[in-house]
């Protein structure tokens, strides 16, 4: 599956005379643009649109093609730059130039899947190695020869490292330039169509591991060592929508998911969920039947190439953790899915130190409280639990200072244990992610 994919970027370093020329192309782009939009209302048919574009404004054909698909579908009665910009001209809050200037204020050049990359727009190196991006503008002289301006621009290291090698000419891409309000500054946004197993890093480095729940979805991001950020995706209003809706906000909510693995670098996992099982009052029945879980785990299959992975016993770690680290179960469980995910022997330790261990007759070490066949995992038991920070947590009934207490008469707050010392980072000031679907 493919996915398109925004690297955001912006000029750094721009000459006053290639400044003047890109101007003049912001000016052009944007008069092709409405005057293709006029046109095509009319009934103009498409080649005449582009036809006319080129001999009356003076840009090259792939420009004028562009300036077309930009404003296709665009519905009747269309207010350029916004209407809110259009009402600052009138009450004489902004200059006439200052709004000319604002309206035109978009460039957008489109890839070509055969000509490898972008003739209009395209990204190269210059000496030093750095990101220069290479712009076809009008010329002065419309009998001359096209010229070209060399801005150099900057793209975050991050997007170098994992996306690098698409933006040397073998993938197509297209490239946005956007003029900020200031005047001062141009935004650049390079568009790839990547495959999934392109946008997720070759190695397991770090998860974002999902704890789904009805109405709402908590997370944490961790690698191998720390938890790195915890949160949660609220999402309640799939409980009781129609399935358009209910479709329209899970994909949503995925997007949501995917930003914050594209942020970390970090690969989504999500539990085998088996509702069917779950029995026990009409209210709470319904609640859990109500999860769309297998539905969410096939879009953010496509979406995110996510990963489903067994999340036997992870709930019952959290409920023995959080009245210790001071937040609630759902983000505790995410942490241990992530645990049991990147380290499956830490995982096991940390079963074997949470929960009391008996000896049967024959001799087998069994940890009380965990079914070690599982199989696809519990599902949530814990509806009426709070899913928001709790730092102050009165678990079974004992305030901050008393689960202290009683940690320090159960086991070490920093334990040996490689388990256990991996949910000792749910201590520090972890960053907290609080999402909201609308």
């Not at 046109?39 to 093609?65: D, W």
């Not at 604002?102 to 489109?110: E, M, V």
């Not at 990359?117 to 190269?124: D, E, H, K, Q, V």
């Not at 096991?348 to 949470?354: I, K, P, V, Y």
Request: glycine share 8%; hydrophobic share 35%; aromatic share 8%.
């Amino acid at each position: 599956m493919s996915k398109k994919l925004t690297i955001p970027s912006a000029i750094t370093r721009i000459t006053p005379e290639e400044e003047t020329r890109l101007l003049d192309l912001f000016r052009r782009f944007g008069n092709a643009r409405r005057r293709a939009y006029m046109l095509n209302q009319r009934g103009v048919s498409k080649a005449e649109i582009e036809r006319l574009l080129q001999e009356q404004i003076g840009i090259n054909s792939r420009y004028a093609k562009d300036a077309y698909n930009s404003i296709e579908y665009l519905p009747p009665h269309v207010t350029f730059g916004g209407f809110k910009l259009q009402r600052l001209r009138e009450t004489g809050k902004i200059s006439a130039e200052e709004y000319r200037n604002r309206r035109n204020a978009l460039i957008i050049s489109r890839g070509d899947k055969t000509k490898c990359g972008n003739l209009n727009a395209r990204i190269i190196t210059n000496t030093d190695g750095r990101f220069v991006l290479r712009i076809n503008v009008p010329p002065d002289n419309r009998a001359s020869e096209c010229r070209w301006i060399y801005p150099e621009i900057f793209i975050p290291n991050k997007y170098v490292e994992h996306y690098g090698h698409l933006l040397k000419g073998r993938t197509s891409y297209t490239v946005l330039l956007k003029r900020r309000d200031d005047e001062k500054r141009y935004d650049v946004r390079i568009v790839i169509e990547v495959t999934t197993e392109e946008c997720m890093p070759k190695e397991i480095k770090r998860v974002v591991a999902l704890d789904v729940n009805a109405g709402h979805i908590d997370f944490a991001v961790a690698d191998k060592v720390h938890v790195l950020a915890i949160g949660k995706i609220n999402c309640h209003e799939v409980q009781y929508v129609s399935a358009n809706k209910t479709n329209n906000l899970l994909h949503k909510t995925a997007n949501k998911i995917w930003n914050i693995a594209e942020h970390y670098g970090a690969r989504v996992v999500y539990g085998k969920l088996s509702t069917s099982k779950f029995k026990t009052n009409h209210k709470t029945n319904r609640k859990v039947r109500r999860i769309p879980h297998h539905k969410l785990g096939s879009i953010l299959e496509y979406k995110c190439g996510a990963m489903k992975r067994s999340e036997a016993n992870t709930t019952k770690i959290g409920e023995k953790v959080s009245p210790i680290v001071g937040l609630d179960v759902h983000k505790c469980s995410a942490t241990a899915f992530a645990l049991k995910v990147l380290h499956y022997e830490g995982f096991r330790e940390l079963m074997g130190n949470l929960f009391p261990i008996s000896c049967s007759s024959s001799d087998e070490a069994i940890p009380r409280g965990a079914v070690l066949n599982e199989g696809d995992g519990s599902p949530r038991r814990r509806l009426s639990v709070g899913s928001g920070l709790t730092a102050l947590r009165q678990a079974q009934g004992l305030v901050h200072n008393e689960v202290a207490s009683k940690c320090n008469g159960g086991y070490s707050a920093t334990p040996g244990s490689g388990g256990l010392f991996f949910l000792e980072s749910l201590k520090t000031n972890l960053p907290y992610l609080d999402v909201r679907i609308c």
